[in-house]
């Protein structure tokens, strides 16, 4: 049963313009919400964050927004560079802290340019 | 470089065979994670530690699997009579502290390759 599910298994956008990457959840308790990329061969690293008492955050040319009521959220990176291209995953967390991260499957992001 | 670390980058075993993988996390962190992927799917948690006590294992292996993050040095996940489902990466991650708004740091992983 996937509990994060990011439905775009890839996405091309042109640089320069906005990338929206989608996340949706199934699991109301999560409670934090995690954005990696990931290059091939490398590990994840990681890129912004939201708690589900906010409904964004942003970090530079990143920005999360959260739905709490629709269990989704979106990454919106404005605008886009070539170095942006990598697979971007969604992972959440439940509250507490002591469990592991649950992922989506990624999407991969492709700029154009 | 204060980043995770894990060794080997790459490891081919045979069946049945025993494969060990290594994880050094960040200066300083006392908290580490276990992840697997396997082609074309996200990252799914295995096990997590803090020094010398394993916290939550519900995503390992109950057979073949087993975790230890020892006083002293790498965390260690043991895989013994690997088949060959058991190909796939292996990600290490750790956080300084096990709080919610901490995000955890990854290495670059070890790619399991079983013959």
């Known amino acids: 049963d996937q509990q994060v599910k990011q439905n775009s298994p890839s996405l091309s956008v042109q640089e320069g313009r906005i990338s929206i990457l989608n996340c949706d959840y199934t699991n109301s308790m999560f409670d934090y919400f995690l954005w990696y990329k990931k290059y091939p061969a490398e590990g994840p690293t990681f890129l912004i964050s939201?708690?589900?008492?906010?409904d964004k955050n942003e970090d530079g040319r990143f920005t999360v927004f959260l739905n709490k009521s629709a269990k989704h959220l979106s990454l919106h990176i404005v605008p886009s560079q070539p170095g942006d291209s990598a697979v971007y995953f969604c992972?959440?967390?439940?509250?507490?802290?002591?469990?592991?991260?649950?992922f989506g499957k990624g999407t991969h992001l492709i700029i154009q340019p | 470089n204060a980043g995770v670390m894990q060794n080997p980058r790459h490891l081919v075993r045979r069946r049945g065979q025993e494969a060990r993988l290594r994880c050094s996390p960040m200066?300083?962190?006392?908290?580490v994670y276990w992840y697997r992927q396997l082609p074309e799917e996200g990252l799914k948690f295995m096990v997590y530690?803090?020094?010398?006590?394993?916290?939550?294992e519900s995503g390992m292996p109950k057979e073949r699997f087993s975790a230890e993050f020892p006083k002293e040095g790498p965390s260690i996940l043991r895989i013994q009579q690997v088949v060959r489902g058991d190909s796939a990466a292996y990600f290490c991650a750790s956080s300084l502290q096990g709080q919610i708004n901490q995000p955890q740091h990854f290495g670059d992983g070890t790619r399991l390759s079983i013959l």
């Open positions: 992972a959440a967390r439940t509250g507490g802290g002591a469990d592991g991260l649950t």
């Open positions: 939201i708690s589900s008492i906010k």
């Open positions: 530690l803090q020094k010398e006590n394993i916290i939550d």
């Open positions: 200066k300083g962190h006392s908290h």
